[in-house]
């Protein structure tokens, strides 16, 4: 494939940044955005080099040649917009939560495959380098078995209830926002848990404020949880073995240092530092399945994301958030 053309679908705050980052990676370009608001494409268009600009989302594939598109759009419009670019034929890389239920995911993991089409969770957590390293000292026996995992994120939100983050109607809530990625952490290295328990505290708008939660595993250990948009946390990952343990530094789920403790053994720093804010690995992932003709990526494939929102579901269902 050529230079691989990228569309974007909803243009708020994840979006800017998404695009600041695309604009690092060689062999790829933002080729045309789509917003319910025309004069915002137009502007969002012009600032980054973007040829094309559309007032709905269904004008995005008047854009010839697009190749993929990344979907930005509240939670509650994830699967639409999948659907919209999958029976176009057109790849799709979805911002997480892939959709808001694992019915939603079922459907659109389905057009995936019929219409054979790429698609991808942007759970971009994934393919920085910290999860890597993460995942080969784990792999390595660094830390013998891990026994517990405890991570959390938290932040203090402002609080506009008509916005997406206080706003049922469009998703909102802490566990979907960010309480995913200490979920997907545990789910990464430990599996789905045989024993899920939660607690939340609910809002005056009816969305989860807080929440935490505990897996507990068959192979006696478990990960202790937590996410909030009420303050700001640590936000970091400790994964405790039986022979030592490792940190990712805050904040986690963007992190660019990991620090290995083995028993009775001087801790040994990993750096990784970069100019973007990481968004450019999940790119480079998607132009390279792109590339090469897969249909998912064997990093984040759909079964991973299947798997990550049946455990939200069950959190919710626990939690008693709606």
């Given at each position: 494939?050529?230079?691989?053309?990228?569309?974007?679908?909803?243009?708020?705050?994840?979006?800017?940044?998404?695009?600041?980052?695309?604009?690092?990676?060689?062999?790829?370009?933002?080729?045309?955005?789509?917003?319910?608001?025309?004069?915002?494409?137009?502007?969002?268009?012009?600032?980054?080099?973007?040829?094309?600009?559309?007032?709905?989302?269904?004008?995005?594939?008047?854009?010839?040649?697009?190749?993929?598109?990344?979907?930005?759009?509240?939670?509650?419009?994830?699967?639409?917009?999948?659907?919209?670019?999958?029976?176009?034929?057109?790849?799709?890389?979805?911002?997480?939560?892939?959709?808001?239920?694992?019915?939603?995911?079922d459907s659109m993991v389905k057009s995936a495959k019929d219409n054979d089409t790429f698609l991808m969770e942007a759970m971009w957590t994934r393919f920085l380098p910290t999860t890597l390293k993460t995942l080969e000292l784990v792999e390595s026996g660094a830390i013998g078995e891990i026994k517990t995992i405890h991570?959390?994120?938290?932040?203090?939100?402002?609080?506009?209830?008509?916005?997406?983050?206080?706003?049922?109607?469009?998703?909102?809530?802490?566990?979907?926002?960010?309480?995913?990625?200490?979920?997907?952490?545990?789910?990464?290295?430990?599996?789905?848990?045989?024993?899920?328990?939660?607690?939340?505290?609910?809002?005056?708008?009816?969305?989860?404020e807080t929440t935490s939660f505990v897996f507990r595993y068959d192979q006696n250990a478990t990960a202790v949880l937590n996410c909030t948009i009420l303050a700001n946390t640590n936000t970091e990952a400790w994964i405790y073995g039986t022979k030592g343990k490792i940190q990712i530094h805050s904040r986690f789920h963007e992190g660019k240092k990991v620090t290995l403790f083995k028993d009775d053994e001087t801790p040994v720093d990993f750096e990784f530092k970069r100019e973007t804010r990481g968004y450019d690995f999940e790119i480079s992932e998607v132009n390279r399945c792109l590339n090469e003709d897969l249909k998912e990526s064997p990093l984040m494939p759909h079964t991973m994301s299947r798997k990550l929102i049946h455990l939200l579901d069950k959190i919710r269902a626990k939690a008693g958030i709606k």
């Open positions: 494939m050529s230079v691989i053309k990228w569309g974007i679908i909803g243009i708020g705050n994840i979006a800017e940044k998404f695009t600041q980052d695309l604009a690092t990676v060689a062999g790829c370009e933002l080729y045309a955005v789509a917003s319910t608001n025309l004069e915002r494409a137009q502007e969002f268009a012009v600032k980054h080099n973007a040829g094309f600009a559309f007032g709905s989302y269904e004008e995005i594939f008047n854009a010839p040649g697009l190749d993929v598109v990344y979907i930005a759009t509240p939670h509650v419009t994830h699967a639409y917009c999948t659907k919209l670019c999958l029976e176009k034929k057109v790849a799709v890389l979805c911002e997480k939560p892939f959709a808001m239920n694992e019915t939603e995911v991570a959390d994120f938290g932040f203090k939100a402002d609080f506009i209830p008509e916005r997406r983050l206080f706003n049922p109607k469009l998703g909102g809530g802490a566990l979907l926002d960010i309480g995913i990625y200490p979920a997907y952490l545990s789910l990464l290295l430990l599996g789905y848990p045989s024993d899920i328990e939660a607690l939340s505290i609910i809002g005056s708008t009816g969305v989860d």
